[in-house]
């Protein structure tokens, strides 16, 4: 449909056309920037007939709410949250932006303990609070992944506390708590260029997961995404945070290659069968040992669909063999994702499926390192260093598997 097609569409008087409604908002975006108003908010500004024509389409743009935090974005949640039609669209709040950005032009205090005081007190995060729980129903995702530009990383001084990601969690969590809030995404990871210590258990709040009404709130979790650096203190509250999502349907974990790591996958393999949703585990840069990897498997085998391992350090493929000629006992297992697997052999390369007859090998995605993202670890650049596959032949993709990694072991 060309411009000069729908421009006449939009007229006052004549009811909101169908074939018009009906266009991906990225189309809409595209008409809107060739007419004389440059985008769509400017259109819905021209006339009645465009506002009504646009509403669907302007209430789409905010399925994912990006905030800073700052007095200006939590008046326009609040501003949009009036709205009938877009509030119902919002079901994302993204925290995306630089710390130095973070809760600008607001009056924060902190507890001699390290966290937020009285944040629910303040009048803005009281309203912020009220619109989730009574007009925001279905915006129950929350998303932490501060960046931070090279300027302001060099440019930035610690002599007291600023406002960062810790204290955006730590008023999520006293809003769960306070309303029991449904929360069915948490996402708290670093983003890009982001170096900062994040999940601070000092700037988090104390005796969280003791707590009721917090508790009802999280057992409603379903997909749950850390990356952190695992540390002696917040040890125990990453642990908290997992088990008791009793709905978990989705666990992504990247904690850094430390020992504390493997200490701390050791200790969630035993709990696992607390976890008895949970649908797919990706462990991601990490270190884990083989045997908790199977602990892992086990305690989930009924209702497990997807594993994600990458950029896993101490495996050797054991766990693969006992998934292969277990894997009559997971019956709803469709989809094995590997990459950069490191044991004690060096790294697992799946090169050998290149040379299968096309049948098997046609049955995987296959990923080399041709654009050099790896540190020089000797590895040829053309071998395949992971490979994936979804589908129900998932006992023949195992078995490939399983004679790919025996032919690279038998290499070493």
């Known amino acids: 449909m060309g411009l000069a097609s729908v421009t006449p569409l939009i007229r006052p008087g004549k009811r909101e056309p169908a074939c018009l409604l009906g266009l991906p908002l990225e189309t809409i975006e595209l008409i809107c920037s060739e007419l004389p108003t440059c985008d769509l908010a400017a259109v819905r500004g021209t006339c009645r007939a465009a506002y009504h024509c646009t509403n669907l389409c302007f209430a ?24 009938s039609l877009v509030r ?31 944040p629910l007190g303040m009048p803005l995060i009281r309203r912020l609070l009220q619109d989730l729980t009574d007009r925001l129903v279905n915006c129950r995702s929350f998303i932490l992944s501060p960046i931070v530009s090279e300027h302001e990383a060099k440019s930035r001084v610690d002599e007291e506390p600023t406002f960062n990601p810790d204290d955006v969690a730590c008023i999520l969590f006293d809003m769960i708590a306070e309303a029991a809030l449904p929360v ?95 649908e797919r585990i990706a462990i991601w840069g990490t270190s884990i040992r083989t045997d908790d990897v199977i602990r892992l498997l086990s305690g989930t ?88 596959y979804t589908g129900p032949k998932i006992g023949m993709a195992l078995d490939v598997l399983v004679q790919a990694c025996n032919g690279f072991m038998r290499g070493h």
Not at 60 to 81: G, I, K, P, V, W
Not at 254 to 269: I, N, W
């Open 301 to 388: 085998r009924t209702s497990l669909q997807k594993l994600s391992l990458r950029g896993v350090t101490g495996l050797d493929p054991q766990w693969l063999v006992y998934l292969n000629q277990n894997r009559s006992r997971f019956p709803r297992f469709t989809t094995i994702d590997l990459s950069m697997i490191q044991g004690p052999g060096g790294m697992l390369r799946f090169t050998p499926v290149q040379n299968l007859p096309q049948q098997q090998k046609g049955m995987f995605e296959l990923e080399n390192d041709v654009h050099g993202q790896l540190p020089d670890t000797g590895v040829d650049p053309t071998g395949i260093i992971g490979v994936t």
């Open 184 to 278: 069915k995404l948490f996402w708290y990871g670093k983003g890009m260029n982001y170096t900062s210590q994040v999940m601070d258990i000092a700037r988090l709040p104390k005796s969280l997961f003791r707590n009721v009404s917090f508790q009802s709130g999280w057992s409603s979790l379903e997909n749950l995404h850390l990356e952190q650096e695992v540390t002696p203190q917040n040890y125990t509250f990453l642990l908290d945070m997992i088990l008791g999502a009793a709905a978990l349907r989705k666990l992504h974990l990247s904690l850094g290659h430390t020992d504390l790591a493997v200490e701390f996958f050791a200790q969630l393999s035993r709990c696992v069968n607390a976890l008895g949703q949970l």
């Open 60 to 83: 789409q743009r905010y399925t994912e709410y990006h905030s800073d935090f700052s007095q200006r974005s939590l008046n326009h949640l609040h501003a949009l949250s009036q709205n």
């Open 88 to 118: 119902s669209h919002i079901r994302h709040l993204v925290v995306l932006s630089p710390e130095p950005q973070l809760g600008q032009h607001i009056d924060w205090e902190w507890t001699a303990s390290g966290h937020l005081r009285n």
